[in-house]
Structure formats: structure tokens, C-alpha cells
């Protein structure tokens, strides 16, 4: 498969949290690693989130629109990488048991 970006990150987008998950190159030539943290959806928190993702170099983020809570995250992000807004209907096809660092690692584009 050909890597499309370097690095990014999916975020799953909660009421009360964010979980997400960045895949940027490992420290073996070829090989991928992936981190998963949490974080709540207070202004803070986001800006703690933002500068963990920039501190990774993440350039292309993605999130599901659920409700309105995808709007925080996004006003935050936009500004320091690529956002895509995600349909929900689409990831609910996800197959499984649906949690939010399974939900982050299927939102998180292919890199």
C-alpha cells in the first residue's frame, strides 16, 4: 500500500472527550507506530491536544461529525494542519465492537 501522508491522526469525538489515535514512521526504517491518548473537551485540554499533535508534525487530521462537538476540535485544529470533517453515517459501518480508540484508529487516514 502506498503511504499517502507521513503523519496523521484520527480523532474520535465525544461529549466529554477526544480519543485519539496519530500513526507517524517508527524507528525502524519502513515500519509505522501509532499512539493513542485521551483528552477531555475543555478549551485547555484542546490546546494541550493541538501541541501534542503539532509536537508528533501531524499535518492531516481527521474527525467523524457527531452533533455539534466536532466544532471545538476543529476551530482548534484548523488553524496548524489539514482537517477533514468526516461523515458519521459512513463510519458507523465500521465492523465490530465500537469503542473510541477503535473508532480513532479507523477515522485516522491511511499513512
Not at 477526544?18 to 477531555?40: D, E, L, W, Y
Not at 489539514?82 to 459501518?93: C, D, I, R, S, Y
Not at 477503535?102 to 487516514?109: C, G, K, L, V
Amino acid at each position: 500500500m502506498e503511504v499517502l501522508f507521513e503523519r496523521v491522526a484520527g480523532l474520535d469525538v465525544g461529549k466529554a472527550s477526544v480519543t485519539v489515535c496519530v500513526r507517524i514512521p517508527g524507528k525502524r526504517q519502513g515500519s509505522r507506530s501509532s499512539q493513542t491518548r485521551t483528552f477531555k473537551t475543555t478549551i485547555g485540554s484542546l490546546r494541550v491536544m493541538r501541541d501534542w499533535l503539532v509536537e508528533n508534525g501531524v499535518t492531516v487530521a481527521a474527525m467523524e461529525s457527531t452533533s455539534t462537538y466536532w466544532k471545538p476540535p476543529f476551530y482548534c485544529l484548523e488553524e496548524v494542519m489539514e482537517v477533514w470533517l468526516l461523515n458519521a453515517a459512513h463510519m458507523k459501518a465500521v465492523p465490530g465492537r465500537k469503542t473510541d480508540v477503535r473508532d480513532a484508529e479507523w477515522i485516522r487516514p491511511v499513512a
